[in-house]
Every structure is written in structure tokens, then in C-alpha cells.
């Protein structure tokens, strides 16, 4: 009987998380504890963490972190409130991709900022106001976290325009692209971009 206890719990643990994202460069999953919940100890690989909800002292909405590699960890909240977050698991190779040269932290560092970076990744928060348009800009393959609702539209290299709405939390795979940003919504707009090295 506890044998069966255990893998119930088990097996409800498992089921708060989703895979969104999973190709040759990136597994990216949408994890779901209630408060004091832990999905079973396993391996990880190097790995970006992305709250999408307040649980602290583990999480704040919209707040990034570096996991090293780790051949035993279990994800936990030990928090009384409940956790959202997105994990981004890196694979190797790293996915080809031109040099860029034009740098939205360069470009516009008022809406374009760096969390962190090292040599795996480099993860951007980009925040617009409403109705501000960013210049064009390069990024290379990364996973896009929609930390708030947003309708923004993108203007892209070839002349294309791409009507993005999104719901916050929403995640999506990008290829190296160029394209420049206009926040046409009436809030101020954020995501978090993880660039792949």
C-alpha cells in the first residue's frame, strides 16, 4: 500500500509539468508546484530558470536564474504560495547562427537590458511602453518568455510585418532573426529572450 502511496505521488508530481519546447538545441518545460511540492530528485543539464509567478524566496514574477549542471536536484517550492516557472534545459550543439552586429543592448539599452550572460547564453529583458518601436536588431536562436500579455507587431529583415498578440506565459522558439519591434498595445510589454551561444 505505501508503495502505491509513493507512486501516486510521484505520478501527481510528474503531471505539473509540460514540455513547450523540445528541439536539437533546447528542452523547455512549464513547471506547476503548489506550495511545498518537489518533483522527484534527476540530472539536469545547464539550465535557465524563468518564474512566471511570486513564490518566494525562490521565485519573483518575471525574475531569471543560472542552474548549473547537476547530476542530482529535485525542483521545489518552498514557498506557501504557488509556483509557475519555465525551465529552459540546454543540449548540445549550440544552434549555427551569423555574428551579430546589431545589438539590441546596443542599439536601444533603455528597453534592451542584459540579466546575465555567460558562455551558454546571454538572456535580454526587453520591456516597451506603450506604442514605443525598437530599431532593427539582431539576436541569435533563442526561447521567448512573455512575462506580460502583449500586442506588439515585428517588422522583419525582408520587409515582412508579423502581427505578434500573446498571453502572458506563453513560450516560443525563434531562429536567429533581424527585426525591429513596435509595442501597438496599451500597456507597457515584457519578455524575456534566452539568446543560444
Known amino acids: 500500500m505505501r508503495t502505491l502511496?509513493?507512486?501516486?505521488?510521484?505520478?501527481?508530481?510528474?503531471?505539473?509539468?509540460?514540455?513547450?519546447?523540445?528541439?536539437?538545441?533546447?528542452?523547455?518545460?512549464?513547471?506547476?508546484?503548489?506550495?511545498?511540492?518537489?518533483?522527484p530528485v534527476r540530472a539536469y543539464p545547464a539550465t535557465v530558470r524563468i518564474c512566471l509567478s511570486d513564490a518566494p524566496p525562490l521565485c519573483a514574477n518575471g525574475a531569471t536564474a543560472w542552474l548549473p549542471a547537476a547530476t542530482s536536484r529535485a525542483e521545489e517550492n518552498p514557498?506557501?504560495?504557488?509556483?509557475?516557472?519555465?525551465?529552459?534545459?540546454?543540449?548540445?550543439?549550440?544552434?549555427?547562427?551569423?555574428?551579430?552586429?546589431?545589438?539590441?543592448?546596443?542599439?536601444?539599452?533603455?528597453?534592451h537590458t542584459v540579466d546575465f550572460e555567460n558562455d551558454r547564453v546571454r538572456v535580454l529583458r526587453t520591456v516597451l511602453a506603450p506604442h514605443i518601436k525598437s530599431p532593427m536588431h539582431q539576436h541569435l536562436p533563442y526561447v521567448v518568455v512573455y512575462i506580460t500579455e502583449l500586442h506588439t507587431t515585428m517588422a522583419l529583415a525582408d520587409g515582412k510585418l508579423v502581427d505578434n498578440v500573446r498571453k502572458?506565459?506563453?513560450?516560443?522558439?525563434?531562429?536567429?532573426?533581424?527585426?525591429?519591434?513596435?509595442?501597438?498595445?496599451?500597456q507597457t510589454a515584457m519578455e524575456i529572450q534566452v539568446e543560444l551561444k
Not at 510521484?10 to 518533483?39: C, F, G, M, W
Not at 502572458?168 to 496599451?186: C, F, K, P, V
Open 79 to 111: 514557498s506557501a504560495q504557488p509556483l509557475e516557472e519555465v525551465l529552459i534545459e540546454l543540449k548540445a550543439p549550440h544552434p549555427p547562427s551569423p555574428p551579430i552586429t546589431l545589438d539590441p543592448v546596443k542599439l536601444d539599452p533603455k528597453y
Open 5 to 39: 502511496v509513493l507512486a501516486l505521488i510521484a505520478v501527481s508530481a510528474v503531471a505539473q509539468s509540460a514540455v513547450e519546447i523540445d528541439n536539437p538545441y533546447a528542452h523547455v518545460t512549464r513547471i506547476k508546484l503548489a506550495p511545498h511540492e518537489k518533483l
Open 168 to 186: 502572458r506565459g506563453e513560450i516560443a522558439w525563434r531562429d536567429a532573426m533581424q527585426h525591429s519591434t513596435e509595442n501597438i498595445g496599451n
